[in-house]
Structures are given as C-alpha cells and as structure tokens.
C-alpha cells in the first residue's frame, strides 16, 4: 500500500497533472459499434460496468448519419448519467478525405447528440499528414472547447501528434503482438490517459495479463476482445470490468494532465477534469475547459501492427462464380456479366502455415451462404428474408457495382449493420480477373470497402481466381490482413484449385455451377490438412430444382464442405440477382443437418464422411459406420423419409466409386 501512494505521488509530481491514481491507472475505452436496439443488452453490460469504463465512442451509421436517431439519443443519455464519457466516430481516409466533409461530421455530432469528443479514425502516420490533422483538430477547439479529439493510429505515431490530440490509439492488434509491445521513451513524459489500446484475440484466461501488459506499457485507456469484429462486446466483458475496476482506474475529477514538453516548456494544464491534451516538443496548448475528458484513441478499427491507420474489419468472402460452364458468372453487382470459361480441377501443391483470419463460427452444421447481388433498395423483401434466416446463414457477399463502387450506400449500410449485429459475416466482393487486374486497383477496392463500411464489414471476397497458384493472390491477401488482421478472406476459383490456395485463404469456394455438373463433383483431388474444417469449402449451385434441394444438401455435405447455397436460376438469368424462392427451406433443412464435427475425423481425399474407421493399418479397410453418417437421420427427419432413403443411396454410390478411385492412407493425411 506504501508503494501503491508512493507511486501515485511521483506520478503526479513528475507530469505536473492533476490525475490521481488508485491502485493503478487503467479504464476501459468501448469502440461501441453496435446499435442500441439490436444489441441493447450490451450497451445495459456497458452502462452496468460504468465504474470501470472511462468512454465509448460511437458510430451511428460510420458517422453521425444524416439526421438524429433518437435510439442514439436515448442510450447516450443514460450512459453519460452514469459518468461515461461519449465521442463520436469520423474516418478520414488516411487524410485523404475532403476536410469539409470531415468538418461536417463533427458539426453534425454535436447537433444531433450530446457527445463530450471527436474520435478521428483512420489517421496517416506520414508526418506530411500533420498539417491535415491539425487543421481537424483545431477545427474541433475551435468550434466546441469543451470537446476533445481522439487520434487512432493503431501504432506509435511520431511524438509530433501528440501536440494535436488529446487521447491516441496508439496499439491495435493481436494479444501475440501485444505480448512484444514496448512503448518509446519519449511516451514516458506524458500521462497514461494520453494513451489507449485495443487487443484482439484474448481468452478470459488471460484478461489479467493483458492488464498487466498494459499497465506496464503506461496506457490508461484499454479494450481488449475475444470478438473478431467490435459489433458486440467481448464474452468476458463483465469480468474484464471488474478487473480493471480491482486493478483501479484514473480519478478525473481534479486538473487536467497536461505533460511536460519534451524539449522545452512544459505543456499548458488545461482546466479542470480534461484528459489533458499536452504541450509536446516544448510547445504549449491549452486543451479544453472543465470537464471536458479528452476524446478517444481510434475508433476501434482492429488492424495489424505495423501499418498505418489501418481500419479492421471481420473477413470478407467475395462473389461467386460457376465452374467450369460457359460464362463464369459474378463480377457484376446486382446484374452480373458473363465472365470466361474454366476447366475444373487440377491437382495442387501442399501448403505449410494456415491463414490468420477470422473462421466461419458454425462448425457442426451445415449453414448457407449467400452472393446477395441484389440491391437493399430494390429488392428490401430479400433482405428481410436474410435477417429471419440468420440462424442459419452464416455469410452474405455484397457487390454494390462489381465492387464497392463509387461511394459508401446507406441503403447496404443499414442492412450489413443490421445482419453484422447479429452474427452474420458480410464480406465485400472484389473482381481480379484471374489475377490480371492491377493489384492497385484491388487494393483501392479493399481500402474502399473498409473506409465506407468499418466494422459493419467482415473481410473480402476476392473473385475470378484461377485454379493454378499465382503469387498475385499472396500479396492481394497480405494487403487485407494489413488492413485487418482479423479479416475473413474467401477466394472463389470456383473448381477445386491449387493446394496452396487453402493455406492463404480462410474459405474457398470450390464448386460454382448447375445441378448437373454438381451431381458429378467429387470434392478435393489434393489431400486436406488434418487441420483443415470442412466450413473452409463452399459449394454455390445455379439451376437446382426445389424438389432436389435434400439430394443437393446431401452431396454438400458428403464432399466435405458446410457452406452451400442453391438457387432454381439458371446462369443466363443471372443466378444471384434475386435469392431463391426456396431460401427459407434451405435454412431450416441445413440447420437440420449435423455435418462431422472438426477434428472428430480424419479428413481424407475422399470426403468428411469417409475414414478410416475399423482396422487403420489396412489402407483398404474403409468401413462406414453410423458415426460417419451425419446426414442421413438428420435429413430425413427434417425433409421426410424419402430422404433418408436419398441419402443412403447417394453415400453408397460415392463410397463405393471412391474406393475405386484411390486407397485411404492410414493414420490420417498430415
């Protein structure tokens, strides 16, 4: 207790603040991107932990939006009653966005909602930016003094920002590349509440290690998540608060913070309770009057470390396109065009090291997966329709114009948010042409999906891969986990292609074509990892009847994937230009199928319904057994007993022309 005051004292005297500290100084900073009425149960677990919690930043529509939303007002309301601070989200393209409309974003906040800061998301780390973020910053003072700016970099920026900013993201990542965090000396001469983290990928196990990481890294502010997204709150929200609450927290009741400069004159104290925006570099800046508690660091965007404000992003899973048919199909939004011919399969390499990005959270049950080329505007009945089939959908690609298009859409908006409040992955759709597209352009693409639709987005869909590896496709996916380590990426070579593309990629999309060419696919010709789950294959079908939808889902799952979607349009009516008539069946049939669980098997060429089973040292002893039969009394119970009879007929011609085909090593693939 004697070094705990100790400690405490020093702290102020060296910093000239007045900041006292309990125990240690740690409070919660919550990028809140999730709206009330969706998720208001977390925003109740935000405003219950409201001791713990220093702010919220917010983000209506990734913005204000264009008029007051009186859900907004509400929760605000109730959470700034509570003593947490409110700041509002503005992106700025990496300074690339015209400042007016920057300007206009934060008059717009302070309008429509009582907000204590500006959040500025998306800040350039180019010291040739400076200029940009200043005039942004003084923009804010000048119009509210009362209010605060936040900088989110997620990386240690040059000090040069410091002067400008009240609060800085100055770590958001992965709780591995915040084990090897070390904050630069020249951080040591402001107060912790100058700084905020935000770490991605923790366990509850290891909450505690994360605040002791942060604590020893001198930041104040800290969100660390279990979730890949920020839509919802980590599951151990509640126990992070009471963790920060024991560890203690910043009183910011007293004076500002106000750092000594480094190289001169020490920075002006600001009035009473700010964060304290210092004078840095010797220079002097006054920040804000009383109460006024600094804004936040960036506006969550979880990116990886290393690259300059970055926004994050869930992963995306791109457009889809038939195989091997005439008019490879899917490049072209709502509408599509007819894109060239592709061969089907090719035996590919064996890969070494999985990818990194976000997994498909369903991996005992089949679940659909939907190219949602249709326009919010004017097909709203088929988006409705997804929003009550979320339970068991789990991926819907969009594709505003072969691509994001020219600007951000409030009408997809709205409806990404809604279905990403819910757990559905929404990923954006990028055309590469068979990877002859200008990987500048493919990367524009990406950087616009992410500006226009942070953390409502969950990865890229990256379209048009061909079936041979191409080191084109190494860099495209390197770029997205640049801009979001915890993206989703699914490629669609739409046939089973290279090896190597499975280790890149977190989803494939290896069938894409009619009912015909379906009842003839056999799955992977290469061999899978053990590692490998079966949700990392996805098989889209055109041109299938309704009264085959039980045989279809029964081949999906047979061939080893749990990702499907079908629909009674052929290629040339644009298959994905409408959903299906039979959506809603193929939701509850596919929620009624329990494919093999991951690592309860061992994978095969072959399938995920097939192993070996009885005597593995006989590589031709391939038995079937009801634990290998996920499908047939799941099916049949859902879709009648004439599919129970499908089934088993379908599981024994495959079985017994595979066995034909290609013996099953023993021990598993490795």
């Known amino acids: 207790m004697k070094f705990r005051v100790l400690a405490c004292l020093l702290l102020f005297y060296s910093q000239n603040a007045g900041v006292h500290c309990s125990g240690s100084s740690v409070r919660l900073g919550v ?25 919220m930043i917010i983000s209506p529509s990734s913005g204000p939006g264009t008029s007051v939303n009186s859900d907004y007002v509400a929760a605000i309301t109730r959470v700034r009653s509570a003593g947490i601070r409110v700041f509002g989200y503005v992106g700025t ?58 900088f989110a970099l997620g990386e240690v920026p040059a000090e040069s920002f410091m002067e400008f900013a009240d609060v800085v993201l100055v770590f958001s990542g992965s709780w591995t590349n915040y084990q090897a965090f070390v ?9 912790p509440a100058r700084f905020f983290h935000i770490v991605t990928g923790v366990s509850s196990g290891t909450v505690q290690a994360v605040l002791n990481q942060c604590n020893a890294t001198r930041c104040g502010f800290l969100y660390a998540t279990d979730v890949p997204s920020l839509q919802q709150l980590p599951t151990f929200f509640q126990a992070e608060a009471q963790a920060v609450a024991t560890l203690g927290r910043f009183s910011l009741t007293s004076g500002s913070t106000g ?68 008019g490879s199909f899917g490049s072209t939004g709502s509408s599509g065009s007819t894109g060239s011919v592709r061969s089907t399969g090719s035996s590919g390499t064996t890969g070494s090291t999985g990818s990194t990005g976000r997994r498909i959270g ?120 640049l801009r979001s380590a915890s993206a989703h990426v699914m490629l669609n070579p739409g046939t089973v292609p290279d090896r190597a593309y499975s280790n890149i990629s977190d989803s494939l999309v290896i069938f894409e074509g009619n009912w015909s060419m379906y009842q003839r696919f056999d799955g ?37 994937c749990t990702l499907f979607y079908g629909t009674e349009r052929a290629l040339a009516a644009n298959p994905w230009g409408e959903l299906s008539t039979d959506f809603a069946q193929q939701v509850s049939a596919a929620l009624a199928i329990n494919a093999p669980a991951v690592g309860s098997t061992t994978w095969s060429s072959t399938s995920s319904a097939v192993g070996c089973i009885a005597d593995c040292g006989d590589p031709d002893a391939v038995l079937l057994s009801s634990e290998k039969l996920p499908v047939a009394v799941p099916i049949g119970a859902a879709l009648g007993g004439a599919a129970l009879v499908a089934v088993v007929v379908v599981v024994a011609i495959v079985l017994h022309r595979r066995r034909q085909r290609m013996r099953i090593k023993p021990g598993g693939w490795s």
């Open 524 to 560: 992977p010709v290469w061999q899978p990892l053990p590692r490998d789950p079966p949700q990392r294959q996805c098989h889209l079908i055109h041109g299938l009847p309704i009264d085959a939808l039980e045989d279809a889902l029964a081949h999906c799952v047979l061939t080893g």
């Open 259 to 326: 750092s000594t400069g480094s190289s001169g004159s020490s920075g002006s104290t600001g009035s009473s309770g700010s964060f304290g925006s210092s004078g840095s570099s010797g220079s002097t800046r006054t920040t804000g009057s009383s109460g006024s508690t600094g804004s936040v660091g960036s506006s969550g965007s979880i990116r990886s470390t290393g690259t300059s404000g970055s926004t994050g992003s869930s992963g995306s899973t791109g457009s889809i396109r038939s195989t091997g048919s005439s």
């Open 31 to 55: 990028p809140a991107y999730f709206y009330p009425s969706y998720l208001g149960s977390d925003w109740d677990r935000v405003y219950a932990a409201a001791s713990a919690v220093g702010f």
């Open 93 to 150: 393209l990496l300074g690339q966005r015209s400042v007016s409309l920057v300007y206009d974003d934060c008059d717009a906040y302070y309008s429509f909602y009582s907000i204590d800061g500006i959040y500025i998301d998306q800040v350039s780390t180019d010291p040739l930016k400076l200029p940009y973020y200043r005039n942004v910053s003084d923009y804010v003072k000048s119009k509210h003094p009362d209010g605060s700016v936040g």
């Open 362 to 481: 369903h991996n005992s049950t089949v679940r659909v997966a939907v190219p949602a080329y249709f326009d919010p505007t004017f097909h709203p009945a088929d988006w409705q329709s997804l929003y009550t089939g979320r339970s068991g959908l789990s991926v819907v690609v969009f594709n505003p114009n072969n691509g994001p298009g020219a600007g951000r859409l409030s009408s997809y908006a709205t409806q990404i948010a809604r279905l990403s409040a819910v757990g559905v992955l929404v990923i954006g759709y990028v055309s590469t042409a068979f990877g002859t597209r200008s990987l500048s352009l493919v990367q524009q693409d990406i950087d616009y999906y992410f500006a226009w639709y942070p953390y409502i987005i969950g990865g890229i869909f990256l379209d048009e891969t061909p079936i041979g590896y191409m080191s084109y496709y190494d860099q495209a996916v390197a770029y997205i986990r």
């Open 183 to 191: 904050s630069p000396s020249w951080m040591d001469s402001y107060s």
